[in-house]
């Protein structure tokens, strides 16, 4: 690809009002949950990112991917601090948060045993999951229509960022283990691997919070939450094609081209530098 994208780093601070962390999106409980408990997986999972990049650094050539891993690592680091704050809000509403990202840690920590090669293929195989599952929400703005501010701003921020670097870790992959079969067949591999462990969590994770949220029982919203995702609009249903294009031999992230996203991302620092603009004056 002839796509080039040099990511950037943004050290926002969002202040995320603890008391609205499961009421912050006005869809109910079950959607709000549903995004609650994506944020418990990036703490742990970013921090492998880094470290399976890590582990090549010094095999990699070229001034512009040398510069672009280093910013990716930058952007990373900012997005597990931020979900540690957001995870810790989540904690204070008796959600448990702990439990699972010990799940999460010890299962990384196992990953970390395997072969340098499908710890990096696990990881572009993961930044894929997360390019689709950002692209989802710039997409579809009644996701994040009419949420809590600094909870918005946290995911569209996210997922900004997400679309941004969503090539780095496979342009690095390519350049130190090739384009050939054997590549291809362990990123593959890494990328079934790695979405069957993803959502074998994720699903009883998510029941959980929605249970210690008290809709266990609430039929209305598990339909809600069904429709958003796979009934209408459906729209992970609708993100399947993209999900899938991982498994074509010239696969690369930017034949998906949302490059026009990136252009909300200096309205949405100016907003969040009026968060604390706000705060001052509230103290």
């Not at 880094?50 to 510069?67: A, C, F, P, T, W």
């Not at 601090?81 to 840690?105: F, T």
């Amino acid at each position: 690809m002839t796509i080039q994208v040099d990511p950037i780093r943004r050290n926002l601070r969002f202040g995320l009002p603890k008391d609205k962390a499961i009421s912050w999106n006005p869809a109910g409980l079950h959607v709000t949950q549903f995004f609650n408990t994506l944020s418990l997986f990036f703490p742990a999972g970013e921090r492998f990112f880094i470290q399976s990049v890590r582990n090549y650094r010094q095999e990699i050539v070229g001034d512009d991917l040398k510069e672009q891993i280093s910013a990716f690592i930058g952007q990373e680091g900012f997005h597990t601090r931020e979900h540690e704050e957001y995870n810790d809000a989540l904690v204070a509403a008796g959600m448990p948060v702990e439990a699972m990202d010990r799940v999460v840690v010890e299962l990384l920590e196992l990953v970390k045993k395997a072969p340098r090669s499908f710890q990096l293929a696990a990881t572009v195989a993961l930044e894929h999951l997360t390019a689709v599952l950002g692209d989802v929400l710039l997409r579809n703005d009644s996701l994040l229509k009419e949420v809590e501010p600094h909870f918005s701003a946290v995911w569209r921020w996210h997922a900004i960022e997400e679309t941004e670097h969503k090539a780095v870790c496979f342009d690095a992959y390519e350049q130190v283990l090739g384009k050939g079969i054997k590549a291809y067949s362990l990123r593959v591999g890494a990328f079934v691997i790695a979405n069957l462990l993803f959502w074998s969590l994720y699903v009883p994770f998510y029941t959980v919070m929605v249970a210690k949220g008290g809709g266990l029982l609430n039929l209305k919203g598990w339909g809600k939450v069904l429709n958003l995702t796979l009934g209408r609009p459906g729209v992970l249903r609708r993100a399947l094609p993209d999900w899938l294009d991982f498994f074509r031999p010239g696969f690369h992230p930017w034949m998906h081209d949302n490059r026009h996203f990136l252009d909300l991302a200096d309205a949405l620092v100016e907003e969040v530098a009026n968060f604390d603009v706000n705060q001052a004056k509230a103290a």
